[in-house]
């Protein structure tokens, strides 16, 4: 691609910061306002993800330098390239790596971005349905897999909690379609049909979690997908059968983890951290393979809401407030 970078002009969300306060609002980017890297997309999907919440209200200092067009995650086609890897045309997506936080992501109708950072999309996989699986998804089925290697019993509840957002509702949704029993953990009654659709088969209240425990109590999780961390990933630890494991990927509930060493020394329990940032590509491609297979679209109709770039600054608070439910997917550019 030839064209003059310095001419290409193209709608960007963009944050800023004025006084210690965040700013945000729609404007026009050139090619040049873009971080330097070898590879261009042109975007057509993103996602609104809990982290996108925070960094568009300025809350939990998720952007690191200003101005910076968030958005954790993109779905698109390659427009230009200097990496023997891609090629104009090629339909790619991306998760992690800092985009959207210290580099500028998806909020934008161009990326460019290194070119080890970006998956071929899978076959039969739109942008559409990348985006609706997102950063989310992705993290989902990473969860969901580390479980698989580690063994899960299937004669016992498979426990999810913060089951009603985006990552936990994918992975009621993979773990259902694997054959397993799902216990489905939420704050908000009216979720239980919502959650009950996706395949869970239990329900069970966030305020059984939330509060703290003995360091062991009943065996009654065969293992478990914690999104939430503090003090529900202990309470969680402290009900998973002898040898169960937990795939912890979140952190709304706090960093800090007020447990003891009980549920590792005399049950065997093993907690395995999920990050799908620091992901080896081989994992990543087998994540995204697994997703395009055993997640088709129609599976991800009734918990995928579609909304519009400028929607999101109205949309920020919402998700921070747990107003937000499933999937949300953004439409960048065609």
């Known amino acids: 691609m030839t064209e003059n970078?310095?001419?290409?002009?193209?709608?960007?969300?963009?944050a800023d910061q004025a006084d210690g306060k965040a700013q945000v609002g729609l404007t026009r980017w050139t090619d040049a306002d873009l971080p330097e890297a070898d590879v261009t997309v042109a975007v057509a999907w993103s996602s609104f993800n809990y982290k996108d919440g925070l960094a568009l209200t300025g809350k939990g200092r998720i952007l690191r330098r200003f101005p910076m067009v968030p958005g954790i995650d993109f779905a698109g086609t390659v427009i230009r390239s200097d990496s023997p890897d891609f090629k104009p045309g090629d339909a790619v997506v991306l998760t992690g790596w800092g985009v959207g936080e210290s580099w500028s992501g998806g909020f934008a109708e161009r990326a460019r971005v290194k070119s080890e950072w970006l998956v071929p999309l899978p076959e039969g996989m739109t942008a559409r349905h990348?985006?609706?699986?997102?950063?989310?998804?992705?993290t989902a089925m990473l969860a969901v897999m580390a479980l698989e290697r580690h063994g899960l019993d299937r004669t016992r509840e498979i426990l999810v909690t913060g089951a009603a957002g985006g990552v936990g509702s994918v992975a009621v949704r993979l773990l259902a379609g694997l054959g397993y029993t799902v216990a489905a953990s939420t704050g908000r009654p009216e979720q239980a049909d919502y959650l009950k659709s996706l395949g869970a088969s239990?329900?069970?209240?966030?305020?059984?979690?939330?509060?703290?425990?003995?360091?062991?109590?009943?065996e009654r999780w065969g293992g478990a997908v914690d999104t939430v961390g503090g003090t529900t990933l202990a309470s969680v630890l402290a009900g998973v059968a002898y040898g169960g494991a937990v795939a912890a990927c979140g952190l709304a509930g706090g960093a800090d983890l007020p447990t003891t060493v009980m549920p590792f020394i005399l049950r065997g329990v093993s907690l395995l951290g999920i990050d799908s940032v620091n992901c080896p590509k081989p994992r990543r491609q087998e994540a995204w393979t697994r997703i395009a297979r055993e997640l088709p679209p129609e599976t991800l109709d009734a918990v995928t809401t579609?909304?519009?770039?400028e929607d999101l600054p109205r949309l920020a608070e919402e998700i921070l407030k747990g107003q937000v439910r499933g999937r949300t997917v953004v439409r960048i550019g065609e």
């Open 130 to 138: 990348a985006m609706a699986v997102g950063t989310a998804g992705f």
């Open 5 to 14: 970078a310095s001419q290409a002009s193209f709608k960007a969300l963009v």
């Open 306 to 309: 579609e909304v519009a770039l």
């Open 202 to 218: 239990v329900i069970v209240d966030r305020n059984e979690l939330a509060q703290p425990s003995k360091p062991l109590t009943s």
